[in-house]
């Protein structure tokens, strides 16, 4: 199948995956193996003055052979905050791939779509590859596609809230008018939230709760591998159209019986 | 230890000697400067320049590091 493409970049499988809340370090490394992933986000944080001469880094699990690593800005919740982060992972030697996300408030964790756009302006203006965490909204997603973004990825729920894709019609809206790739970003649960997304002609998926808090992360992230799989090609063979009454599968004609 | 400089470093209040280097506040919390980056009052230190750049009084440092994340 066709890489996803983003921008210098391609990744032969159309999931991204996330390295946060697994229950043990060596169950997150065999999750990403099952799943396939290329991709794997991460956020920055303080290092811990007291304790990380004694903690094995991050970057120590990521085998920089198989994976691209996609820094995040979790946790900004302003411009300036998200561009001081983007500017620090790219100090980290991460390279020009950059997870961004605006949060709006704590409750919700919901994208604050204005402050958004303006850091999508600010840090492709810097050659930032930005892949804009956003609405399911139409209108949200076109203007951070023409204020620079190299992909746009509307959320299929509340992150972490496993609810799935809660507006297909608008994620289809949203293909329709796109000339970047559509990834969505948030709110999976299970394998058929994929499937669905992937099926609507999304180009990609990032999930991380949904793999790493399943009560058993390493089969559902197969599972989750199998369903981008399957949507992406059910998508790729056109499917039927519904129709709202039967039509047989047999021929009509020829039949003997009464 | 001379005159001593106050300064933030990650969130926290500490007092260093006047002098001392970005790069020896990187070695005191990593063996490997590879897997850190700094901010000084909100300004990208580059890696390059740890050595020559000296902590000043009330500067705000930030060590940071990658962690697990979405």
Known sequence: MEPLRIRDHAFQSRLIVGSGKYPDPDTMVRAWEASGTNCITVALRRVDLKHEHEERNLLDRIDRERYTILPNTAGCYNVEDAVRTARLARELGLGDLLKLEVIADEETLLPNTAATLEATATLAKEDFTVLAYTNDDPVAAKQLEEAGAAAVMPLGAPIGSGLGILNPTNIRI?????????????????????????????????????????????????????????????????RIPRREVAAPSSPVEGRFTS | MGEAIRIRLNGEDAEVAAGTTIGALVDGVTKDRSRIAVERNKEIVPRTSYDQQAAEEGDVIEIVTLVGGG
């Open chain 1, 174 to 238: 949203i293909l329709g008018r796109a000339r970047v790739p559509i990834i969505v970003d948030a709110g999976v649960g299970t394998a058929s939230d994929v499937a669905l997304a992937m099926e609507l002609g999304v180009d990609g998926v990032l999930l991380n709760t949904g793999i790493a808090q399943a009560q058993d992360p390493v089969p559902m992230a197969r599972a989750m591998a199998l369903a981008c799989e399957a949507g992406h090609l059910a998508f790729l063979s056109g």
